[in-house]
């Protein structure tokens, strides 16, 4: 089992590991810990993540920092005057996690503005009236912004999953030490939680969870692609998901649950495999695939369950 080193969509994560310096666990270990490799949703019946049914990146972010023994001031909401009074007082006193920001209003990036750019996190280390200075993890360190622009990618009108734009978190305080590895062991109930499908979050009409989800997905991408869809899974999710379920595999290797870790390996090495198909137009092939890693969500969750019924992780019915 090789574990992936190299560029990829991991902005949340690589945000978490500055903010959290010379403590921070690997980006493998913090990806596992918010539960993201642990399933897939598709929302209203037509937006494929590799992410579990319900999740977004502000729910694994919080249990990511409370898994790792820290704690942090999560802030959001007001006019963009009054944002910007927030993000200047937190940077007064360090670095800043700020997102989900509109990450094609990022004007620094090449190609933007774009409509569909997409949710986004990045670590804000100097901030005045006039400019914003920031560590933005998807390769570009110390990018500079005007302060007005910055703040309407903040504004992050086009992210659905936030209650209230302008989020920021801040003043990081570790509270106890917790090694990765029992870290990871606590995560796991959850993770088998997730799994088995959530109906406890809100959800858009006609949004699917885990199997159901994967295999709608193959019955849309055999009847051919929308470009959109192509887009997104090219660009974005097939890497993402191929990749937290291959860190996912190494996570559960090293807590000594071979079975599981095999079926997440296996997972991640069928969702890698569509990259190919999926850009020259072979649908039938990708939807093959797809069909292929549908039963994978609840083979995982019954090795999860098996592994760790002392630690009493849920079971029940999948999506």
């Known amino acids: 089992m090789l574990g992936y080193v190299g560029s990829g969509p991991y902005c949340y994560t690589n945000s978490l590991a500055m903010m959290l310096g010379g403590e921070a666990p690997s980006t493998a270990v913090i990806e596992t810990l918010t539960g993201s490799p642990f399933g897939a949703q598709l929302i209203a019946g037509s937006l494929p993540l590799f992410d579990p049914y319900g999740w977004h990146p502000e729910i694994g972010l919080d249990a990511a920092v409370s898994l790792l023994g820290w704690s942090c001031e999560r802030s959001d909401g007001g006019t963009p005057a009054e944002a910007l009074e927030r993000l200047l007082a937190a940077c007064s006193r360090g670095p800043v996690l700020v997102g989900p920001v509109d990450m094609g209003l990022l004007l620094y990036q090449p190609g933007t503005p774009n409509a569909d750019g997409g949710d986004h996190y990045v670590v804000v280390l100097a901030a005045d009236q006039d400019s914003i200075e920031l560590h933005d993890p998807h390769g570009h360190p110390y990018a500079t912004l005007p302060t007005q622009a910055f703040l309407a990618a903040w504004e992050a009108k086009s992210i659905s999953y936030i209650d209230a734009p302008f989020v920021l978190r801040a003043a990081f305080v570790r509270h106890r030490r917790v090694a990765p590895v029992d870290a990871l062991r606590q995560s796991l109930p959850e993770a088998a939680r997730w799994l088995v ?59 000594g649950l071979s079975h599981a870790a095999s079926i997440a390996q296996r997972q991640a090495r069928i969702l890698g495999s569509l990259q190919y198909p999926l850009v020259h137009g072979d649908d039938q092939a990708a939807a093959a695939q797809l069909r292929l890693l549908a039963p994978t969500y609840a083979q995982l969750h019954t090795a999860l369950t098996a592994a760790g019924r002392d630690a009493d992780l849920p079971s029940g019915q999948h999506q």
């Open 197 to 255: 499908g959530r109906d406890d979050l809100p959800m858009p009409p006609g949004s699917l969870g885990g199997a159901a989800a994967i295999e709608t997905l193959a019955d849309l991408v055999a009847q051919g692609t929308p470009p959109g869809i192509r887009t997104l899974l090219t660009a974005f999710g097939v890497r993402v998901g191929a990749r937290r379920l291959n860190d996912a595999a190494m996570c559960l290797e090293e807590l």
